[in-house]
């Protein structure tokens, strides 16, 4: 276990603190046992790392580790962290959970047995609480860390420190959000670049091969990660590229499964739950028409990317910019809100507000006799009558 112990000691003396992701400050660390899931490259590990160094504790008293560390391949975590909790251990931050077989059981026996541990996790966003043996789910409080807003990436870069605005405050009629920017903030100087790299944090160490690193990531979700999906064959994990390149290469679109199946090669029967497996990769999105149960897997209204710098990564062209759009303001707006299909308009959020996303000339003609209805424009900056798009970045 020392071994363990300094690993974890030299990862937290290295980790900066300067810049913190948005879900730091949402959770509530004085809970026994908490978890967060996101996909690879959102900066799970680092939010630990910085909570850890935050508590100021001994390497024996606060302590990170990684289980697809080769050291759990020969030893036991519940006795490992049993070793740790004698010797005056409080905080076990664990990484990577879902490498570990059985984990869920595994921290359930910790959670019982050890009352005064505080045990905080993360895992792969593929990893389904409630389906989890360990029954966990009312032990816990369960996280979701998803990529960097527009808001985050202008402050991890520098550029410029805002605090979040809620959809309420961007929907008034006031509109007070305006009195929050500096006249000489130019809110679409950095959004582009934001659409082709900003949603990963691992943008900032190198934006030029930022593609090609992205590319290696999503190829490790579906080849490597996928494999712990119950119900999955990683078999098939070339069938699921070649069904995310299908995506990738119509998005938005409103599925048809028959063709889907033909393009890539999947039978028709599982394009469905295929489609909802890259959903929990976080891949894709998938939209479903409002008012309708989710109780059982059906067929999505429509399928989107997860977020706008896959559309770069996978496009040997520019992407459609009507996608990007779209694909960016369910990605920003998904997080704290419920997004649907409607009949009229792109978007239905909360079952309450309708959104009509466009370019700067979009008119309200397709929505204006509903309720609570809303256009929003990119390539303009503050405009008059409608919702400038990149505002909905500052959501989180």
Do not use: C
Request: hydrophobic letters at 40%.
């Amino acid at each position: 276990m020392e071994g363990l112990l300094e690993k974890s000691s030299t990862l937290v003396k290295r980790v900066s603190t300067k810049k913190k992701r948005y879900l730091y400050y949402e959770i509530n660390w004085n809970n026994r046992l908490i978890g967060i899931k996101g996909a690879r490259g959102t900066g799970k590990t680092t939010l630990l790392l910085q909570k850890l160094k935050a508590l100021q504790l001994s390497p024996t008293q606060g302590t990170y580790w990684s289980l697809d560390d080769f050291y759990f391949t020969t030893h036991s975590l519940v006795e490992t962290a049993e070793e740790f909790f004698k010797k005056g251990g409080e905080f076990l931050f664990l990484d990577e959970v879902h490498k570990y077989e059985n984990w869920s059981i595994h921290i359930k026996n910790l959670y019982d047995f050890y009352p005064d541990l505080k045990i905080v996790f993360t895992g792969s966003s593929i990893i389904d609480i409630s389906r989890e043996e360990g029954d966990l789910s009312r032990r816990m409080l369960m996280y979701t860390l998803p990529g960097l807003s527009y808001r985050e990436y202008l402050g991890f870069n520098d550029l410029h420190d805002f605090e979040p605005i809620s959809l309420e405050e961007i929907l008034s009629v006031d509109r007070k959000w305006t009195k929050m920017f500096p006249s000489e903030f130019k809110p679409l100087a950095h959004f582009q670049d934001y659409l082709q790299y900003g949603y990963y944090p691992f943008s900032m160490e190198d934006k030029q091969g930022y593609s090609t690193r992205l590319q290696q990531l999503v190829r490790l979700i579906v080849e490597y990660d996928m494999a712990e999906l119950k119900g999955f064959d990683i078999r098939n994990a070339k069938k699921m590229l070649q069904l995310l390149n299908v995506v990738a290469a119509n998005v938005p679109f409103q599925p048809n499964i028959t063709n889907i199946a033909t393009k890539s090669d999947i039978h028709r029967n599982s394009v469905v739950t295929y489609l909802h497996f890259l959903e929990q990769a976080q891949l894709i999105r998938l939209l479903y028409a409002s008012g309708i149960s989710l109780a059982t897997l059906q067929k999505p209204e429509k399928v989107y990317l997860d977020n706008p710098n896959l559309a770069f990564a996978f496009s040997t062209a520019d992407p459609n910019k009507g996608n990007l759009r779209e694909t960016y303001f369910i990605s920003q707006v998904a997080v704290w809100h419920k997004v649907s299909y409607p009949k009229q308009g792109d978007f239905l959020v909360d079952d309450m507000y309708t959104f009509e996303v466009g370019g700067k000339d979009k008119t309200n003609k397709q929505i204006n006799d509903i309720k609570n209805a809303f256009v929003v424009s990119d390539d303009v900056e503050y405009p008059i009558t409608k919702l400038p798009l990149w505002l909905f970045g500052f959501l989180y």
